[in-house]
């Protein structure tokens, strides 16, 4: 969930930049489509650390689009509701918004399924209680170890670590159980396991995955037998 807040009595303005790269990726294919008067949807393919790599996305915002341009490499496409290129921007335009409230659903599946998990994990538009909500899982992760001892700097450099420890793997499945395989098959697991990725082995295996088994166990299980092996489960 995203918060923008702007100037008193001027537009409002967003810009979704597919097109923005943090390394030297290669975008096969991207698209950005609006669905709803409150709603943008769209992919990108591209090619980096992974070759493959598809994220399907909705946005959904607390107030209606006034106006919309999109762009192909650089150009105002002619097309003001739909787009698909490898160069692929939009600007959106709220009128006197002073406030703007975002939030987004993600998956490596389908739109549908970004939709689906979107309307699982956030109900209306109401950014405290999204972040309380957030700051009470965090604060139930970071508490599953205690530390005692130690001056206020060393505590705090232990729980930035521990931090960074809880960020990956994460979960790549979506809330229906389907998933995108290395070889780009969808799949689907049983409602009570997950699929899990970012499992950086080359420079972790030799402090964060035996912590995992002490702290996490109930997750090891599902990193070993099915993001790693590809157990099929009857």
């Known amino acids: ?10 537009d409002a303005y967003v810009v979704i930049d597919l097109a923005h790269l943090l390394t030297d990726e290669f975008i096969y294919e ?66 006197k918004s002073r406030q703007i409230i975002a939030k987004v659903g993600l998956s490596n599946v389908s739109v549908e399924n970004a939709r689906m998990n979107l309307e699982h ?19 139930n992760k970071l508490s599953q170890v205690k530390i005692e001892g130690g001056t206020d700097a060393e505590r705090t450099n232990f729980y930035t670590a521990w931090y960074h420890a809880l960020i990956v793997p994460n979960i790549t499945s979506d809330v229906n159980g389907q998933y995108r395989r290395h070889d780009m098959k969808i799949e689907s697991l049983p409602s009570n396991r997950k699929m899990y990725s970012t499992l950086s082995l080359w420079d972790t295996y030799r402090a964060l995955n035996p912590l995992m088994t002490i702290t996490q166990p109930e997750m090891v299980d599902h990193v070993v037998n099915l993001s790693l092996i590809h157990i099929s489960e009857p």
């Open 1 to 10: 969930m995203h918060r923008y807040t702007y100037p008193k009595g001027k």
């Open 30 to 95: 991207a698209e950005l489509v609006q669905t709803q008067k409150n709603e943008i949807v769209g992919m990108r393919r591209t090619r980096g650390w992974v070759d493959n790599q598809y994220i399907y996305f909705v946005v959904q915002f607390d107030t209606p689009i006034s106006t919309l341009q999109l762009f192909n490499n650089g150009k105002p496409a002619r097309d003001r509701k739909a787009l698909s290129g490898q160069q692929v921007q939009a600007l959106l335009g709220f009128q």
């Open 121 to 139: 994990d956030i109900e209306g538009f109401n950014f405290e209680t999204v972040r309380r909500q957030s700051s009470e899982i965090w604060e």
